[in-house]
């Protein structure tokens, strides 16, 4: 049954490219990207429809065909099977924690899979099991960008509610001085999520650590602060 959804999911993909989509993808990646071309909401409506059909299976049976998914690398495939992930949300276990690290290690290999994956379904996880953010303070030293970043672009959602301010900036602290742009980009959004409920703790942060922060990060902390602080900010 799970082969033939997937086959049926792949041969509407197909059906469904879109020329314009497919050769403007890679210009928002530097590494390359598998790409049927197909648009992100028809992606979104289709991984709504077909789930439908798959509802009543165990938590076991999706997670299964979401992994068959993600063995393909093309990325319309991963954002369904993301999606599907997430809407077992009620249902997961602390078991599931190692599963959701697997897939960041073996299939996530762009900022696009890395988010889709992490705000939604590993950071539900985490709010239900906040005793994982060890885990996620573990990633930021690994060799891995993806699991670096991973470790900020998780509490995005929750830190948007002034959820883990504390957890929040231990994660920054230990991404500091990250070398990659894309980890940088990574934790300097969750520092501007978390500066939504507070402005002032993120700003004394910055503050703090401003001489040491690299730019893009601190660009990103600041973006939607007040623009006399933005100025203090940015003033070495």
């Not at 992994?67 to 495939?77: T, V």
Request: proline residues 3%; positive net charge; glycine residues 2%.
């Amino acid at each position: 049954m799970g082969k033939d959804i997937i086959a049926e999911i792949r041969k509407e993909l197909l059906q469904q490219v879109d020329a314009k989509t497919r050769d403007s993808a890679q210009r928002f990646f530097k590494e390359a990207v598998k790409v049927y071309g197909v648009k992100t909401a028809l992606v979104e409506k289709m991984a709504a429809q077909r789930y439908a059909e798959i509802k009543h299976f165990s938590k076991q049976e999706v997670f299964a065909i979401c992994e068959e998914l993600l063995k393909s690398d093309y990325m319309e495939e991963a954002f369904i099977a993301f999606a599907w992930a997430y809407r077992r949300r009620e249902e997961y276990q602390p078991e599931d924690f190692t599963l959701f690290e697997s897939w960041l290690e073996q299939y996530v290999n762009n900022w696009a899979k890395c988010d889709t994956l992490c705000n939604h379904t590993v950071g539900a996880f985490v709010e239900k099991y906040p005793q994982y953010i060890a885990n996620l303070k573990q990633w930021t030293a690994s060799p891995n960008r993806w699991l670096r970043r991973a470790s900020a672009v998780t509490l995005i959602i929750p830190a948007r509610r002034g959820a883990f301010l504390k957890e929040v900036l231990e994660i920054t602290d230990r991404l500091l001085l990250d070398k990659d742009d894309l980890v940088q980009k990574g934790y300097g959004w969750l520092l501007k999520e978390a500066g939504r409920e507070h402005q002032q703790e993120v700003f004394d942060y910055v503050m703090r650590y401003k001489k040491e922060m690299p730019r893009t990060a601190l660009r990103y902390a600041i973006e939607k602060m007040p623009a006399d602080l933005k100025r203090q900010a940015m003033q070495r």
